[in-house]
T-cell receptor, first 118, second 113 residues
Framework: EAGVAQSPRYKIIEKRQSVAFWCNPISGHATLYWYQQILGQGPKLLIQFQNNGVVDDSQLPKDRFSAERLKGVDSTLKIQPAKLEDSAVYLC????????????????FGPGTRLTVL | GQSLEQPSEVTAVEGAIVQINCTYQTSGFYGLSWYQQHDGGAPTFLSYNGLDGLEETGRFSSFLSRSDSYGYLLLQELQMKDSASYFCAVRVPSSGSARQLTFGSGTQLTVLP
């Protein structure tokens, strides 16, 4: 079974530029997550999708970040314009169950995109 | 809000046993999960405790006490490949009836030969 795919793996941009990340979750997984992981910290949830609908985007800085999951499969996360503090690894994860499932469904993470903002 | 505390670093020798503690304060709580992350790698799932008690999976065990807002990950027969960061994560209410994971800052485990 193929894992979560992400691209690009690395991206270097200057502040105020725009950048987009792509994620293809495991086939059949209903829930998709985007996390931001700053060096030395744990992953921080940015947005959670169930199929193609947003479940929770309360921690997404909506003035500069946007995300979509068209057709309920792959997803893109965009930053426009980028700031220095956006330098981080952006992790995409997916899980089989829905976010309101009583049973816990483990999250499968992709390799991440390492963003450096200069 | 949510807050989690775990030690930033732990060092142990090959073959030993190590315990990584996690205490939490949350608004709502469904369970405690543990993830492993090697340098430059993706987090991978280790365990989940929704109820009090001990869960064992091979060399790894995880414990939860909901009344104490406390859990731990126990790693036995340590191997060099266990050198990694270990994150506890609480499953808490999100919007509506949804749930989400909030991660701690991680514990860097170094296994020495």
């Amino acid at each position: 079974e193929a894992g979560v795919a992400q691209s690009p793996r690395y991206k270097i941009i200057e502040k105020r530029q725009s950048v987009a990340f792509w994620c293809n979750p495991i086939s059949g997984h209903a829930t998709l997550y985007w996390y931001q992981q700053i060096l030395g910290q744990g992953p921080k949830l940015l947005i959670q999708f169930q199929n193609n609908g947003v479940v929770d985007d309360s921690q997404l800085p909506k003035d500069r970040f946007s995300a979509e999951r068209l057709k309920g499969v792959d997803s893109t996360l965009k930053i426009q314009p980028a700031k220095l503090e956006d330098s981080a690894v952006y992790l995409c994860a997916s899980s089989f169950g829905t976010p309101d499932s009583i049973n816990y469904n483990e999250q499968f993470f992709g390799p991440g995109t390492r963003l450096t903002v200069l | 809000g949510q807050s989690l505390e775990q030690p930033s670093e732990v060092t142990a020798v090959e073959g030993a046993i190590v315990q990584i503690n996690c205490t939490y304060q949350t608004s709502g709580f469904y369970g405690l999960s543990w993830y492993q992350q090697h340098d430059g790698g993706a987090p991978t799932f280790l365990s989940y405790n929704g109820l009090d008690g001990l869960e064992e999976t091979g060399r790894f065990s995880s414990f939860l006490s909901r009344s104490d807002s406390y859990g731990y990950l126990l790693l036995q027969e340590l191997q060099m490949k266990d050198s990694a960061s270990y994150f506890c994560a609480v499953r808490v209410p999100s919007s509506g009836s949804a749930r989400q994971l909030t991660f701690g800052s991680g514990t860097q485990l170094t296994v020495l030969p």
